[in-house]
């Protein structure tokens, strides 16, 4: 069962890529919305049939949902951080943060077309209702 997550994962990631980095200049297609809504499948089968302690899962899911609302933030008050270094250099967490836990997602900001910023919100609203499906599980 993990090895089906973790390709839905990679089949996500590595055709959202480019789309994710480009946009709004990127063109997706309904492949893109298919790949993302395949990984979206394969996480919920994998919640389903997961025992009930997995910890990892639980980790990645919260990291997933930190990551949507630290992207958003890091964004919101990115003309602010720019001024001063140190906060120039926590600007940079943004980048692997939207690329792990965002990229596999955008495939449904076709219908969206919304910013970075807040379809990476948008993520950690997905990823908090996963991870309240797993306690659900528990429960």
């Not at 495939?107 to 797993?134: K, M, P, Q």
Request: hydrophobic share 50%.
């Amino acid at each position: 069962m993990k090895i089906t997550w973790l390709i839905s994962f990679i089949l996500a990631f590595s055709v959202n890529l480019i789309p994710a980095l480009k946009h709004p200049d990127s063109n997706m297609s309904f492949i893109n919305l298919l790949t993302s809504g395949l990984f979206i499948i394969g996480m919920l089968v994998f919640i389903r049939k997961m025992s009930s302690h997995n910890k990892y899962l639980k980790v990645y899911l919260i990291l997933g949902f930190l990551s949507g609302i630290i992207v958003y933030s890091i964004k919101t008050f990115d003309h602010i951080m720019m001024n001063y270094a140190a906060l120039d250099i926590i600007t940079s967490i943004q980048y692997p943060l939207y690329l792990v836990f965002t990229t596999p997602l955008f495939g449904i900001n076709s219908l969206l077309d919304i910013n970075y910023e807040t379809f990476s919100l948008l993520t950690s609203l997905v990823y908090i209702l996963a991870l309240i499906c797993t306690y659900k599980r528990i429960n």
